[in-house]
């Protein structure tokens, strides 16, 4: 078992004006990652002012659905150390979900048929605390395997205005896909920790 902290860093913008960092919701997004041959459990935790976002409520039952990133969703990328294809993962608040597989960057091959379901938790502790949990199986062609991982929030602000978290931002608008930003190495083959990784560089 692989287990790593991470802390994603909210994009704001330098003189172009996408992003006004004044604007930004004053909260904080970290977590934890875990991995074993076969699946990842994630825990993100929200601290900081949650009246100023939205989170959508539990249903009564998950759906998989399309465009979860037009709300606050919780993502995570993740491909095999040595190849360029990768996996998109969308966990709501709501628990709606989905998985898709891309060959290579934004080159997308659809919904991922092999996962079928994924287990979803959202607990809001108090209005300054929030955490989302998940499950999420691995693909086949992922198991055993070395995983370069990007994790991300699209957090939506009372206002509609879409925020955007990642471990990084390497360009100049905000792109989760970029795989420069899948930054923490999960060794799964091995008890090695990476020297180094892009946490939060």
């Not at 709606?96 to 991922?112: A, I, K």
């Not at 070395?146 to 792109?175: C, F, M, N, W």
């Not at 989760?176 to 799964?188: M, N, Y």
């Amino acid at each position: 078992m692989v287990n790593r902290e991470f802390q994603l860093i909210a994009f704001t913008a330098d003189d172009t004006g996408m992003e006004n960092p004044a604007t930004v919701p004053n909260i904080r997004i970290g977590g934890t990652l875990s991995a074993d041959q076969k699946q990842l459990a994630i825990r993100y935790e929200l601290a900081g002012s949650l009246a100023q976002i939205l989170l959508p409520d539990a249903g009564k039952q998950a759906h998989r659905r399309d465009n979860l990133w037009q709300t606050t969703c919780f993502e995570l990328f993740i491909r095999d150390c040595a190849k360029e294809e990768y996996w998109e993962y969308n966990l709501a608040p709501s628990h709606d979900w989905n998985v898709y597989h891309f060959q290579t960057y934004r080159q997308t091959l659809g919904e991922e048929a092999e996962i079928s379901h994924l287990t979803i938790s959202t607990r809001i502790k108090n209005q300054n605390a929030a955490m989302v949990t998940a499950s999420l199986p691995l693909p086949s062609a992922l198991i055993g395997c070395d995983l370069a991982i990007g994790i991300s929030s699209v957090i939506e602000d009372t206002r509609g205005k879409l925020h955007y978290y990642a471990l990084s931002h390497r360009q100049a608008a905000p792109d989760f896909h970029d795989p420069d930003g899948f930054g923490l190495i999960l060794p799964i083959n091995s008890d090695r920790q990476p020297a180094q990784d892009a946490l939060s560089s």
